[in-house]
């Protein structure tokens, strides 16, 4: 280790300006930090520039900015805005979005940052539209569309730009929609250096449904050949509640106990490892390529991690380890 610097010396962490000259290469990203012993100054007049090239620099730009509350330099408050948000269960939750430096955050009632949504795994946002078709002909009618019922809706596509499928998709509707929009798109630029797109495509709530768990939405992709109950820990809940984990050929499928409806589903592909607490004889951790980790309980966790594991190789998933520590740093390989 040559040189190391903590997030308190921080000022700021951009894309390079050079970027901004060149289509192909964005691989440039700047650290500000100030001279130790000396108190931050204006226009980093008492700072140290360094300057970085790495395959990885939205990846390292984002992981830095959540960071950002710790930097010397004084952040801008995000911008937040009142939404709803169709779960799983079809019903309209409200929420609060913010627009942070490197993420949308997803943030509940009680005031928890519930999901993160950084901008580096935004596929696109495609903005779900209401309209009236009138239908002329012998049966002369007036057919409302089904998104009518959304009203500033948009989807949120978020997953990994280099697969052909997207991850999962989560639907808001706000009725500052459009500025909401604006303010994440030059977040992103300014912040770490990526366009989100936002498509001209119409969507509908019927396609929504359909699609929402990107590949796994198919029913071939969620027939599973076996089932668990588990407790699931998570920070949406202040208890933990109840599910069904499902493997399946090519997916880890989540389900509600009770109405055996899906809650969430994962590619097998996109498991990293599994982790057996040593601290609780019951508790285990499915981590994926995003970094995130969905923690579970139950009486037979060794049955079970045996069977995702088998499950994960045969889906075509070697690269699958048992660890006994949850680690963020392997969500990069």
Known sequence: MERKWQYEDFIAVKPSPKNAQSESKQDEFVIHVRHKGKRVCPLFSCSDTMRFSSDYTSNIITDCLLFNSKFGDRNAEPTA??????????????????VNAAAIEQVDNRGVVVQVYPYRRIRKIVKVRSFLLIILGSQQRSVKDSVSDCQGGFIIDVGDHHRRFPFIKHLFESTKCDDFIKEVRRSAADNVGIIVPVTKEVATLDEFALTRLGLCSHDDQITSYAEFKV???????????????????????????????????????????????????????????????????????????????????????????????????????
């Open 81 to 98: 805005v009142n939404v709803y948000k169709h779960s799983w269960t079809g019903r309209r939750v409200p929420v609060v979005l913010r």
């Open 231 to 333: 407790q699931k820990f998570g920070k949406r809940h202040e208890q933990s509640v109840r599910r069904l984990l499902c493997l399946t050929e090519t997916c880890l499928v989540e389900r509600d106990l009770a109405t055996y409806s899906v809650v969430c589903a994962t590619p097998l592909e996109q498991v990293v490892c599994l982790v057996r607490l040593e601290k609780d004889p019951q508790q285990f951790i499915v981590e994926y390529t995003s970094g995130e980790g969905r923690v579970y309980s139950a009486a037979e966790r060794d049955l079970i991690i045996a069977s995702l594991i088998d499950g994960t190789r045969a889906a075509g998933n070697q690269m699958v380890i048992l660890i006994p520590l949850f680690c963020m740093q392997l969500k990069l390989g």
